[in-house]
């Protein structure tokens, strides 16, 4: 709850700053056209126009850095310069969004709204993730949201109150579930818990304190209704409906073998499901230093695809298609550009605020995405 009051005392000064810079930047506009002091030093509208944007940028930032955020004077420099990169990337993307809704020909009031909108949200994130340090924030040195298991496993979970971003996970698994179902690598059992809630399941887990945790957690629910440690102990052969994880086959060597067992324990008719994180071009510091030996792109699916038919097994690969691809943009920002090492829970709250307005855009199935959904299914 501290951060999510924290943000929403942000996003309430942020809506109050950018009235206030919006009629200074009207006022702006009227005084340098109509007193006719540009026109003197012969600048045609394009150079006044872009003087005034660096003048409301500049007084933008002063603003959102001192007043909306808190911040204090440090590596101000630093922070101004990614306050101006924000702002041109946000500003491509309104233009991009709105030249789609214009060939697909929405109404212009709507798809100006909608652009606007979109702006005005975009640029909220992005400075409040990566121009804006949360120096008054008496939590920030309680960072880290991702925890190392026993054998170098790694397993990635958003923190349990972003519960819109995990329900978006959830989601993809819930449309295959069946009678058996068997969620590997269940961590503290974020996903499954949610899952549980439709449909019966085991649970996985490599960890011996991971797994204790999951005992206690689900002793009273019945909808969980077995608890492995070692995935590759079940000899329940033909006996799953569904098999499926949620980052977890990034951080195995030989992600391969885990597909293989996988064919093995399910029923004909029966899928493996992975969430994995997308986007070789994405892979970071934060990646290695989770143990993530990969993030999955097109070049896996002809690995994986590959591997079916040397191992002649009967299995159709139904989904390979990339998700989320505004959080692809944030990624690369923070992790690759910015170099960041840290992922805070107030990143995850920020997605969680999110997902319900940009879950649309994963059904465009784009070439890209910060995550990437795969679905197999045995013959």
């Known amino acids: ?22 009629v200074f930047n009207l006022a702006l506009a009227w005084v340098a056209i109509e007193s006719g002091y540009f026109s003197s030093l012969k600048l045609g509208n394009n150079e006044i126009h872009l003087i005034i944007a660096e003048i409301t940028i500049l007084l933008s930032f002063l603003i959102h850095n001192f007043y909306t955020w808190g911040s204090s004077s440090a590596h101000i420099f630093r922070k101004f310069i990614y306050f101006h990169l924000i702002t041109l990337a946000t500003l491509l993307l309104r233009i991009v969004a709105f030249s789609v809704m214009d060939f697909i020909a ?3 009031p709507i798809s100006f709204t909608i652009s606007v909108f979109l ?12 121009v804006f340090s949360h120096e008054n924030d008496s939590r920030a040195d309680n960072q880290c949201i991702y925890e190392e298991n ?31 179902n068997l969620e590997f690598g269940a961590g503290n059992g974020t996903i499954a818990n949610l899952v549980s809630e439709t449909g019966t399941i085991e649970v996985c887990e490599i960890s011996d304190s991971r797994l204790a945790f999951l005992q206690d957690r689900f002793k009273d ?47 004909p008719g029966g899928r493996f499901v992975a969430i994995l994180p997308a986007g070789a071009w994405l892979y970071s510091n934060l990646d290695k230093n989770l ?33 989320n691809p505004l959080g692809a943009f944030g990624w690369y920002l923070k992790y690759k550009l910015l170099g960041s090492t840290k992922i ?3 990143d995850a709250m920020v997605m969680n605020a999110l997902i319900p307005w940009i879950s649309w855009l994963d059904w465009l199935h784009l070439p890209f995405g910060q995550n990437l959904l795969m679905v197999l299914e045995k013959k």
């Not at 709850?1 to 919006?22: D, H, V, W």
């Not at 999955?296 to 159709?316: E, S």
């Open 1 to 22: 709850m501290f951060f999510i009051n924290r943000l929403q005392t942000r996003t309430k000064r942020y809506l109050a700053s950018g009235s206030l810079i919006f």
């Open 106 to 108: 929405v109404p212009w």
């Open 119 to 130: 702006i005005i949200l975009l640029n909220f994130v992005g400075f409040d993730v990566f």
């Open 150 to 180: 026993e054998l170098g496993t790694v397993v990635l979970e958003s923190i349990e109150d972003a519960e819109q971003y995990n329900r978006w996970l959830s989601s993809k698994f819930e449309p295959f579930l069946g009678q058996k």
């Open 221 to 267: 629910r019945e909808n969980v209704t077995a608890y492995h440690q070692d995935f590759f102990g079940i000899e329940a052969t033909n006996s799953y409906d569904l098999i499926y994880s949620s980052n977890v086959l990034e951080h195995c060597e030989n992600d391969l073998e885990f597909i293989e067992h996988s064919y093995n324990l399910l029923k």
């Open 291 to 323: 143990g993530h030996f990969r993030r999955y792109h097109l070049v896996d699916n002809i690995r994986i695809r590959q591997f079916i038919k040397d191992k002649n097994l009967a299995l159709d690969m139904k989904s390979f298609r990339f998700l």
């Open 344 to 346: 805070t829970p107030e």
